[in-house]
């Protein structure tokens, strides 16, 4: 019997009891839906991860801390959890140290600190980061509007994050965008804003009816009150996204380097500027000290090596990789969990399809005798419920599967939103060809298997006993 007469047989038998063939098919369509689309969820979450590794810098970036300076919003924390803290600041000469290191392309320091922002009934803070030309490049910001600030410029120009306007609150009532669900009336990209680099100061002054000040002569840039000074700045770009979307620069707001660091040297003349270390009679120090350095590696492969020599020069380290690294096993152990979950429907799919197998073989045992006595091979028997099984199989894993894309559009569209203000990418539930492929591959493989015992069970029919069965 060749195969096409087995594929013509295997076809019309299944077309023949047309709703029990229904009903397995749609017991494999829901096993290979679930099982899509529960892992689906956790590929979802595999690419928002990757989405913010490469906001942050891509696996090439390590990030290098010594002891504390500056004000971050999250302290460093070392990926093991055995390294001791660094006693070795991050100055000039240990950033050009680090950029003589072999394999390292680009050294670059960062400075971190809380700052409060004015405009009119409205106020806020938020972290300022500072960094070099060099480094703001290297970061990919995505800007709406605007460009990167301009170095050297003797006034501060500022990138605002997409989420910064929910940090604003009225200062009458004391509720912002959270409590009232409205962004407050600032044009980011065009107002101006007082910015205060002293927050000690200005927090021990906000019972002394604070004045706003005129901008001075020399650059239009400060404004005195009592013994804090008031910044007029502007934005040079706002970040890419809306309020609703929280991505890698939500919250934080972006200026030069060296411009930062002349007006804290000039507002904090003969005092210690806020982070930075003192001496032990309270003096500050005579170099300047940053929160951190951004090393960028000329290949992943080199990464392990240049950051076990920074961390031989007494640094502490935290890689993208090894965060990445760390975040991959717990999305395997979450993506095994979901498909188990999925794959027990299929496996009661597959129970469907020997059962539905069986009652064949019961209702077509005379069939079956009568071929066997025409001289149809026992293996071309044993094929042809395969191919009944295998054809279940197929059909039920190719509508499974559009039934897949169906509930995981339906499951973007839904969590939207939700997923945006989570730091999760639009899309919770991400289908890849390779998982279509797998699932049709898993359904067939499941009917065949489903469907061997019974096609053994055919071919052990006595063609006798079977031709004189009612």
């Not at 295997?10 to 009903?23: A, D, E, H, Q």
């Not at 940053?290 to 090596?305: G, L, M, P, R």
Request: charged share 15%.
């Amino acid at each position: 019997m060749s195969w096409i007469d087995l594929l013509r047989m295997s076809g019309s038998n299944l077309k023949r009891r047309k709703l029990r063939t229904f009903l397995t098919v749609l017991g494999v369509i829901i096993g290979t839906a679930s099982i899509v689309v529960m892992i689906s969820l956790g590929l979802g979450l595999q690419e928002s991860l990757y989405q913010e590794v490469e906001q942050s810098g891509g696996l090439t970036s390590i990030k290098v801390s010594g002891a504390g300076a500056g004000d971050s919003m999250y302290a460093f924390s070392s990926m093991s959890g055995e390294e001791e803290e660094s006693k070795k600041y991050i100055n000039d000469q240990a950033v050009s140290e680090l950029a003589q290191l072999e394999h390292v392309t680009v050294a670059s320091p960062v400075y971190e600190m809380w700052v409060n922002m004015l405009k009119g009934r409205y106020e806020g803070s938020g972290q300022l980061v500072a960094m070099t030309p060099e480094g703001l490049a290297a970061k990919n910001i995505p800007l709406a509007t605007g460009t990167l600030p301009a170095p050297n410029s003797g006034s501060l120009e500022l990138v605002y994050g997409n989420g910064i306007a929910t940090s604003f609150y009225e200062k009458g009532t004391g509720k912002g965008y959270y409590e009232t669900g409205e962004l407050p009336d600032i044009d980011f990209a065009n107002d101006s804003i007082f910015l205060i680099l002293d927050q000690d100061g200005y927090n021990n002054n906000m019972g002394g009816g604070l004045d706003m000040g005129g901008m001075d002569e020399g650059g239009g840039q400060q404004a005195k009150s009592g013994t804090v000074q008031k910044h007029v700045v502007k934005a040079s770009g706002v970040v890419e996204g809306s309020p609703d979307e929280y991505t890698a620069n939500y919250y934080y707001i972006y200026c030069d380097l060296d411009t930062l660091r002349q007006i804290l040297k000039k507002e904090f003349a003969g005092r210690v500027i806020p982070g930075q270390p003192s001496t032990k009679s309270g003096k500050p120090y005579k170099e300047f000290c940053y929160s951190y350095a951004q090393v960028n590696v000329d290949d992943i492969d080199n990464v392990e090596a240049v950051s076990a020599r920074i961390r031989e020069m007494g640094y502490n380290v935290e890689t993208n990789a090894e965060y990445l690294n760390s975040m991959k096993s717990q999305f395997a152990i979450i993506q095994a969990v979901l498909g188990g979950i999925g794959a027990v429907s299929l496996f009661v799919a597959a129970i469907g399809i020997a059962n539905t197998m069986m009652m064949s073989i019961y209702e077509r045992t005379k069939e079956i005798g009568v071929i066997k006595v025409l001289g149809c091979s026992l293996k071309n028997i044993k094929q042809m419920f395969l191919l009944e099984a295998a054809f279940i199989g197929l059909i039920g894993g190719m509508a499974g599967n559009v039934l897949s894309f169906l509930m995981s559009a339906a499951i973007n569209f839904l969590t939207k939103n939700g997923a945006s203000s989570m730091g999760l990418s639009s899309e919770i539930s991400y289908i890849p060809i390779w998982l279509v492929l797998l699932s049709m591959g898993f359904a067939i493989l499941v009917g065949v298997v489903a469907g061997y015992f019974p096609a053994l069970r055919a071919m052990k029919l006595s063609p006798l006993a079977a031709i004189r069965n009612e």
